[in-house]
């Protein structure tokens, strides 16, 4: 009612909200960070372009640990099995999360993957995202850090191109370094320093999945993230 | 274009406050969006045209309220020069976005009996 003169006509009011839009979602990822930490497991959301590298990495990955520590992943796929195939034929249990359209997995996504997935008793739960350098960045899955793959195919600026990605990064793997000598152009001391421009903490390490060149320091910072206390890596906020 | 699904929440946090207060109408939701939020704008008007069809939101202009991105040294607080390395020529510590990442529902105008 008017509360002016109690006329009995509508009135606009303006209410102050103040409130995340994802604020849905991040209540699912803190629900999923829940489980993850109860478990002792380290989730790890997985990110980078179509091509990256993603799944290579993980499968050799997975293959150098084998018979020491049991990796689960969730692969976010827009139509098909192919990358959680090949992920299982690595070592991994392994699920898809097909999204269909969606061009980016959420929380709510990643939890009912879980239902799907026999994750109990992994060290390491890789959530593979859609492949997307956009997107994906947005939401909070719950994760213990966000690691992005970028392929020395891919050019030298794609940082600066997609800061928010590179930004939300704890590490970033500048993949299919063996190709370095049939890309001349390509200096990766430039991807280091586009990387310093958008992220606080600039971290990268190169790594070949073909050659294993690399792939040592990547176990070791594994092993470090596990150490920590609740695996939790420190974000840029 | 996950501006679609941000506006699909956005419509229901939306409805559910015009719901709780018994509004016949929503006029005008304000948003702030940052520029390092990975929402583009453009695309979240046009999802949001698209999408407010059939809810209390039908006849609703979209307000978005653009944030600038600022870093700045959790130290000393001084700002990073745009474009600049992320890290304090100063103190030499990492920067620490000061805005630039929002995506928030600020307000809601709304038609109330």
């Not at chain 1, 290579?56 to 827009?78: C, I, K, N, P, S």
């Not at chain 1, 492949?131 to 850090?145: H, I, K, M, S, T």
């Not at chain 1, 370094?177 to 990766?188: G, M, S, T, V």
Request: a negative charge; glycine letters at 8%; aromatic letters at 4%.
């Amino acid at each position: 009612m008017c509360g002016h003169c109690g006329c009995g006509d509508s009135e606009v009011v303006s209410v102050d909200v103040h409130e995340k839009i994802l604020a849905g979602n991040d209540r699912a990822a803190a629900h999923n960070r829940e489980h993850f930490r109860d478990r002792h497991v380290v989730a790890i959301n997985l990110m980078g372009s179509p091509g990256a590298g993603k799944t290579a990495v993980l499968e050799t990955t997975a293959r150098m640990v084998a018979g020491r520590q049991q990796f689960g992943a969730l692969a976010g796929d827009l139509a098909t099995d192919n990358d959680a195939d090949r992920l299982r034929a690595a070592g991994v249990i392994a699920k898809s999360i097909t999204t269909g359209s969606a061009c980016h997995l959420d929380a709510a996504m990643v939890h009912r993957g879980l239902h799907d997935l026999p994750w109990h008793g992994v060290d390491y739960l890789f959530i593979e995202n859609v492949g997307n350098l956009v997107c994906p960045a947005v939401y909070d899955l719950g994760q213990a850090a966000n690691v992005v793959a970028l392929s020395v195919t891919e050019g030298v600026d794609k940082p600066l191109k997609y800061p928010v990605m590179f930004m939300k990064a704890d590490l970033v793997l500048i993949t299919k370094i063996d190709l370095l000598p049939y890309l001349p152009q390509i200096r990766i001391e430039v991807i280091a320093d586009a990387l310093a421009h958008v992220m606080p903490r600039p971290r990268h390490m190169c790594v070949s999945a073909t050659t294993g060149e690399g792939m040592g320091h990547w176990l070791t910072w594994l092993e470090q993230l596990r150490a920590q206390p609740c695996c939790e890596v420190t974000h840029y906020t | 274009m996950h501006e679609y699904s941000i506006v699909e929440m956005l419509l229901a946090r939306v409805a559910a406050e015009a719901h709780a207060r018994g509004a016949t109408a929503v006029h005008r939701p304000t948003v702030r969006i940052g520029e390092l939020s990975g929402v583009e704008i453009d695309l979240l008007a046009a999802a949001f045209a698209t999408f407010r069809d059939r809810t209390i939101c039908a006849h609703a202009d979209l307000d978005v309220l653009p944030v600038a991105a600022a870093w700045a040294c959790p130290q000393c607080g001084g700002l990073i020069e745009r474009g600049a390395m992320l890290r304090c020529q100063r103190c030499g510590v990492p920067a620490r976005l000061a805005q630039g990442d929002e995506i928030l529902l600020d307000r809601i105008e709304m038609e109330v009996p």
